[in-house]
Structures are given as C-alpha cells and as structure tokens.
C-alpha cells in the first residue's frame, strides 16, 4: 500500500468519488454483455445458432479478461511516474475501451461485433486493473467494510441506470443507440476516481527480482485469498450461466413479447433490489462478519433456482418477483465481495496484481460459463429442457460457493 496515501481516513465524500468508477464499470457491462451482445448477436446469426453465438463472444471476450487484469497489475505495481502508477494505465485503457465501444455500435457482422468485443475486453481489463489497485492502496483498513459497501452500491446503481437506458433504447427500436450514452457516461465516471486518488503511487518501488510463473500465481495455490478467489469464481458463475441467456430463455421458452426490452426490465428489478445491500451491508460486515452474506446470498438465489426448475413460471408478475429475490441474493454477496478481497490479501506491495487475480476469478466464468450453456441449451434442443439446465449449474455453483467460502480465515475486525 502507498503509506502516505492510507494514514488517515477517507471520509465518505472520497469513499464516494472512489467508487464511482464501478458505476461506470456497470453501466457499461450490464447492458453490453446480457442485452446488447445477446440482442445484436440474434440480429446477425441464425436462430438456431443464437446461443452458441452468444457463447462464442463471450467466452472469446472472457479470455482476454482473465489473462490481462493480473498482467497488468503486476505491471502496475512497479510504475512511478508523476502522475501516479495506476490513472496512467486507467487513462490509457478508457481510450482503447472507447474505440472498442464504437466498432460495437457499428457492427454489421458477426466477425465486427466479436471484433469490437475485444477490444473492449483487452482495453477495460486494463483500466480495471489498475482501478482494483487503488482501493488497497488508498483505503485504511478500519474502512474496508464501509468502501467495499460503496463499490457495491455505485455497481449496482450502474446495472440499474444502465439497463434502464437500455430498456429506452430498446422500446424505441434503437437498441444500440445505449452505446452512445455508455460510452461518455463511462469516462465522466472516472473524474471523480481520479480526485479521490491523488497521492496514489508518488513513492517509488524498490526493485524487485523478476518473479516465476509459479512466484506469480501463488496466490492461488493456498491461503484465504485462494478460498476468496474460489468462492468468487462459483458466485459468479451461478450468475452468469443464467444471465448469458436470459433473452432467448425469456423469448423461446416463457414467450414473453419483445424479450430484449424485458431482459433490461428484469435486470433493473435485480439491481433495485440489490442496491441497498450495498449502501448498508459493507458497513454492517464491519460488526457481523463477511461470511453470513455470502451464506444468505447463496440461500436465495438457489430457491429462485429451484423454483424455476421445478416450476418453469410462465407469469410475467411472478418472473419478476422472482428477478427481486434474485437481486436481493445477488446484493448480499457484492456487498462484501471486495471486503472479503482487501481482508486477505497475500501482500500489500502486490495489491494490483493480486486484485487482478481476484478480478481474473469473476471474468474467467465469463470465458467457460456461456460456452458450457450454449452448447447445453443447444445439444437439447434449445428448448426447456436447455434451459433448465443452465439454472441446475447455478444451483451447484451457489452451493459450492457457500462450501468454500467456510474455508476463509479473516483477520478480527478492527474495533
């Protein structure tokens, strides 16, 4: 950690302004990779090839978005310059994500579409990874619970206000107009990231010897990091395999008219009722604990996932109760999800580069979780039964995040 940068509190203004780059992050995320890829993908490909299209941006994307977050970090870590080691990465990643964002937009193929999304992916892993290495940097470790709350809040308010504006856009017949507003929303976002920063990286690094690949990935071979990372992996795949295909499912299987504009309904429910557990569940981790968030978390959204199973609701009111319960699962987690992080990291004079593995393990489902559902789906038919399936991997991934995650030996909470 930069010692002159964490010696005295944040305040909530600063705790605000620093968050507020994942506002961004999820404004720009959310409606790209459960709306927009899903709806321009079924716009440029057969129908009977549109989950495996689908599976195939995604998954491709995904490994970008594993490889270069750690990689960059580690890259990070070592910077001096004037301006600080991370906003010169940040800067230059928001620039490349931008060129990504406009080939996206414009996209009258399958290959420009895959192609834009790409770069985005190469560009905003990037920017993320360095953004992952100032909250260590920056946040006192008394007020962990509080900015990790925060994190989750901006998120989800980006989720909300990101498919809402897509949810316009889609109503109008413009869908891909969002990009327009994604795209500046993006990096106005980041202003204020970079005020609430200052000071960050202004101290030199001593060198340090060049590392194995088995020095560098260490942090997953033992440790409570390791258990977080995993918990984060299987958290996040049990969102993800359902999320990648909810507009098909919506469409082909429930038959709700017009399912792009419903997916970006059924999202805003997840993230209205997500949100608060972000505004109050970091600071209430502060005095509970992490690890009963994540248990209730998982709770939740594996009862959502066994009533869709079993039931296969087909009532628009009842798909989106069943959106909120899903939301208020999903809320649980993310507000601890950076806390449980920060409170275990290996070694402070990492933080970039292990954040970017803890990065690496949210986007890695990303890279096998739609290719595993697309082919799912598809092999049975790209009926109910497909579907189904994809909610059963959800259960099992929920359930073995809850397992896991008992594995985690925190430090006592500062008083």
Known sequence: MDD?????????????????GWFGLNFHWLPIGFVLVQAQVAALVPQDHVAIGIGVVLATGGVLAVVVPPSVGTFSDRLT?????????????LAGNLVGLLVMATASSYAALLAGYLVIQLFNGATTAAYAGLIP???PESE???????????????????????TVFSLIGHVTLAYAVIAPLLILTFVPVMWAARGEGLVPVAPRRRRTVGEFLSPLWGGSFAWVLLTRFFMTAGVVVVSSFLTPFFSTVLHIPNATTFTALWLAVVFIFGAPFGFVGGSMSDRLGRKVFVYASSAVQVVVGAFVVIVLPSSVPLVLVLGALFGVGYGLYYAVDWALAVDTLPDPADASKDMGLFHASFTLPQTILPLVGGALIDGLG??????????????????????????????????
């Open 81 to 93: 310059t004037r301006f600080g080691r991370r906003r010169p990465i940040i800067v230059v990643g």
């Open 4 to 20: 002159l940068v964490v010696t005295r509190r944040l305040g909530r203004g600063r705790q605000a302004a620093l968050a507020s």
């Open 382 to 415: 790209g009926g109910a039964r497909g579907y189904r399936g994809i909610f059963v991997i959800a259960i099992v991934c929920f359930v073995v995040g809850t397992v896991l995650v008992r594995q985690v030996k925190l430090p006592p909470r500062p008083r």
């Open 144 to 166: 962990v619970g509080q900015a990790s709350g925060a994190l989750g809040a901006a998120y989800n308010l980006g989720g909300i206000l990101g498919v809402a504006v897509t």
């Open 137 to 139: 940097d920056v946040v």
